[in-house]
């Protein structure tokens, strides 16, 4: 009964989806509104392990505050809802290669001539022809090769403005950015989020992507270009189903 049912949701999906491409036939991917992060569903506040809380340290009347880069005012994102420009630079190479080559012989070979002086009665229990010398003999051969290899280069460059959704106890910020580019008939999306300490914030009011913790990051796009990429919804049944 599974591969019906799941044929028959196959079926409704593609449907469904022909359905949505036909209904903006001609026209390009719309743009997404902009929206409050913390107002989608599958949005979570962040818990992190907290240090001790200790004394704040004391100002003794001065006009210049803590971590201060400017006289009168920290141009830096601090607070909730402030913007800083998150700088992903992604530029990773991965070469790797094993190989496994094993070989195994094995034979074992056992008779019983004498046995409690029970050779006599070897006719009578086995068949004809039978040699008590040749009792057992058995033998095996088995072997192994193997070979891996995995090569992947990686290279994104792009810059993403992103908001202060969350200030943690410790000070350090919650940030989550998404910017979306629509060139004619294909939409590129990005997104990125991740946990940043003030300190790493650059006077301009940006910081790296490797300074962010529990980093983030996508690139992907949908529209012309991407539908004829992506395999159809009855190949990826298949692929799923078949044992072979």
Known sequence: MRLPILLLAAASLSACSNAERLSRLGQGPELAGIENPTSDPRWRPVTMPMPNPGEPPLQNNSLWR?????????QRAASVGDLVTILVSIDD??????????NRDNSEKMGIPDMMGLQSSYGRLFPVGFD?????SASSTSEVNGSGTVQRSEQINMRVAATVS???PN??????????????QELRDMQVGGIIRPQDIGSDNT???DRLAEARISYGGRGTISDVQRPRYGQELLDIILPF
């Open 132 to 136: 008590p010398n040749k009792m057992v």
């Open 93 to 102: 190479e991965a070469d790797l290669a094993n190989a496994t080559n094993r």
């Open 207 to 209: 910081v790296r992507h």
């Open 171 to 184: 000070g350090n910020l919650v940030v989550v950015g998404r910017q979306q580019v629509r060139v004619n």
């Open 66 to 74: 803590q971590g201060s880069r400017t006289f009168l005012r920290d």
């Open 166 to 168: 969350q200030v943690l």
